[in-house]
């Protein structure tokens, strides 16, 4: 699923809110910036039963360039990581563990 | 101090002028999409931000951390995220306090 896609079901479940499908996609970018500037700013992103985005530290370290052989210094740097939540770990291997079969329910 | 589904909700209404009641829907709705094509089994890619991949992991021997005792760890199906290089460059460049 892509951004677009997301935006596109979004639209398609949201008719009871009365948004158009621009409003949708401003909400959806709006959403993400807030969350990048959030990371950029060394926050963490809490979502209850979703996961939590945090960031993580790399030491500087020897790195090599690739095409001369040369080493340079790397600074060291945060990264962000996300740890799913326990509903959204246990819905994705419960799917995997039973796949869907017409008969059930 | 974390970033959370309701201060999200309040930042909608601030920016978008979405009522209350709307913002707090559709940011649930936003995160429950995603959750339920990483269901389906479908991979979820965000540009900008980053992507939300499907990793299947085999059995593997493991131990209750308590008794010792030895179980194994079932084959499963994890969540991991790729943030994208946007994202990334944002965040290297985060000078904080503590690590």
């Known amino acids: 699923m892509t951004k677009s896609e997301l935006i596109d079901n979004l639209a398609a479940q949201q008719a009871h809110l009365d948004l158009a499908h621009r409003d949708v996609e401003e909400v959806v970018r709006t959403l993400l910036e807030r969350m990048s500037v959030a990371l950029a700013a060394g926050e963490r992103i809490e979502i209850r039963g979703f996961g939590s985005f945090s960031l993580h530290y790399r030491p500087p370290r020897l790195g090599r360039n690739p095409k001369t052989g040369e080493s340079v210094a790397l600074a060291g740097k945060y990264v962000p990581h996300f740890k799913p939540g326990k509903a959204l770990r246990n819905r994705v291997n419960r799917a995997f563990k039973t796949p869907p079969h017409p008969s059930a329910d | ?99």
């Open chain 2, 1 to 99: 101090m974390a970033l959370t589904k309701a201060d999200m909700a309040e930042h909608l209404f601030e920016e978008l002028g979405l009522n209350k009641r709307e913002a707090k829907d559709i940011v649930e709705m936003f995160f429950e999409e995603i959750r339920a094509a990483l269901e389906r089994g479908e991979q979820v890619k965000l540009s900008g931000f980053g992507n939300f991949d499907l990793r299947e992991k085999k059995e593997r021997p493991g131990r209750n951390p308590k008794t010792g005792e030895e179980i194994p760890i079932t084959a499963r199906r994890v969540v991991t995220f790729r943030p994208g290089q946007k994202l990334k460059s944002r965040v290297e460049a985060y000078a904080g306090t503590e690590r």
